[in-house]
């Protein structure tokens, strides 16, 4: 199993950004997928962006569509969510997870992904 460390979040203004950074403690051919997914209290949890380490494709909600980018450092075991243009309804516990499906059919569905990060806390302010 795949041990997921993320961090980068905070408390912002709307209209601020913010880079999410998710490091795994090891990456194997299998582990072909990295989503962030989000939870703000009293909802269930959404999908927010996957990547497919193996040819960069992607996956985002459309909600964070033209303002959040994924991207993947495979030297570094690190994936990174660049949040911009943030807004209130952003404001969530983001976590990372890793051994998941092909992210352009599946990327979304959370019961697909095997190991899961501890989660960030992101908070935008009006």
């Known amino acids: 199993e795949v041990q997921l460390q993320a961090s980068g979040g905070g408390l912002v203004q709307a209209g601020g950004s913010l880079r999410l950074s998710c490091v795994a403690s090891?990456?194997?051919?299998?582990?072909?997928?990295i989503g962030w997914f989000r939870q703000a209290p009293g909802k269930e949890r959404e999908g927010v962006s996957c990547?497919?380490?193996?040819?960069?494709?992607?996956y985002y909600a459309d909600s964070v569509k033209g303002r959040f980018t994924i991207s993947s450092d495979n030297a570094k075991n690190t994936v990174y969510l660049q949040m911009s243009s943030l807004k209130p309804e952003d404001t969530a516990v983001y976590y990372c997870?890793?051994?998941?499906?092909?992210?352009?059919?599946?990327?979304?569905?959370?019961?697909?992904?095997?190991?899961w990060g501890q989660g960030t806390q992101v908070t935008v302010s009006s």
């Open positions: 090891v990456f194997t051919f299998d582990d072909a997928s």
């Open positions: 990547i497919n380490r193996s040819d960069g494709s992607t």
């Open positions: 997870a890793a051994e998941g499906p092909d992210c352009r059919y599946s990327g979304s569905n959370s019961k697909l992904f095997a190991s």
